[in-house]
């Protein structure tokens, strides 16, 4: 199993607060290049343990499960069971439940990946460090979902991770009827006549038009992101394409400075990369000087198509995201949920808006609505009641193993934080990449649920850990 060295991480003392330059940043960036490596022998030559198939569930932990039951409800997705000690939820497509909030202290707790064979789960019990024994799915989850597990610290976010087989649960029918669009002149693309567009099912017989929309339909998880501190956000690319065999999509880096010149790229950005040391991702591909930033995975499906990326690692260089007197701590960045077409991406945007506006509800949007250019997908993000990032996604890119990987210098992302089209960054800022800390309303929470919040020592939460890897439910 090919192994990445990295140096020492920095210390909070030397990290260079970027806030200040993000509108400089990328606002300025427009003249970069794209290097499109075709073909399965342009990927790194990693030869995996496992290869996932997608990824399964994310986990958290809150303080007030009534709150997040609407937060739940409000953002679209399915409980399908509820005690006053955990939330699950599903959407309508998948495996199983999607989404897990346990009572306790506010706090990321890790995700599942999906494997597609028991042996899987296996060859991770006997190779992976910590890594329980492979089990049956006990207690309520068994019952919900069935299937088998295994589950392990990893080495270097400090995040649950667990690995899940066998589970299933029966698809749901949408709650709306699938929108048809009226594309022009094409004939056989239009709406037939006389139907009028209701894709929010709220024009009333009598005109009045007063119900609400209310909001999307999920259909399943889509991807999670981790921003990273420099250096281990390179132990974390290597670690997750080493042990689940995920492949590099799209990945951004920075050029040296000479290459530059009349862009705003933050030089103290520049220098930390640099520390990094090589990328995990292209061996020998970047020119001296040259610095990783971020890169996209989607899992090894073959010929079979994926998502253009299930798991995607950034850099992390916010100094707010550090516990204090410690150093900056892996976060997660936000996950994704799909759903089916942009109305749906939009009544979201406005049931969540419209929660937060006239119920005063803790829901504050972080980037949106708006199309990616990596990927493609369209996407709105918003923070939950405790600052975690939230995506409806929808009408994103798929690709096999045979695409390869693209590679792209950060001065070509484009002058409006590689949009297709959606709110500029001076309209709303891009606040869904670092992590809980990022959203208004952390200042507002007590000392202990801050530091909560952005640290990933799991001493606070180790009770609460023992019981879900518990491998016989107690």
Known sequence: MAKSTVNAPPTAADVIQFVDRDLDLFEGINDGEEHHLAGGESLPPIEPLTKAWDVAYIRFSVPDLDLYERWVTDFGLKIIYKD???IYSRGLQGDGFCHVAHKGPAKFLGFAMMMRDEKDLRVLQENIEGCSTVHKIPGI????????????IDPVCNLLIEAVHGRSIDELPPTRDRVEYNY?????????????Q?????????GSNTVHPGPPDVLKIGHVVLSIPVGPHHKMMAFMMETFGLLPSDSAYFES????EGHSVNPGMFDMLQKAGPSPIYPGTFAEGEATYACFF?????????DHHTFFILSLMDKKQAPVGGDINPQLSHVSFEVSNLDDVWRGHMQLKTKAEFKDERYEIAWGVGRHVLGSHIYDYWHDPYGHVHEH????????????????????LGPNGHNQWGPTVRDSGIRNLDGPAGASFYEDFDHDTQQSLVDRNLDNVSELIERIRDTNGR
Request: glycine share 12%; aromatic share 4%.
């Open 198 to 206: 209701d894709t929010s099912g709220n024009r009333a017989a009598d």
């Open 298 to 306: 989607r899992c090894d499906r073959g010929e079979v198509p994926t």
């Open 141 to 152: 989850e068994g019952k919900l979902c069935g299937g088998s597990r295994v589950s392990f």
């Open 84 to 86: 006053d000690q955990v």
């Open 393 to 412: 996604m929808s009408d994103g890119d798929r690709m096999t193993r045979s695409f390869g990987q693209r590679i792209h210098k950060m001065s070509g």
């Open 257 to 260: 400075p000479k290459s530059t």
């Open 184 to 196: 022009g002149s094409k004939e056989n693309y239009r709406r037939p006549a006389n139907k009028l």
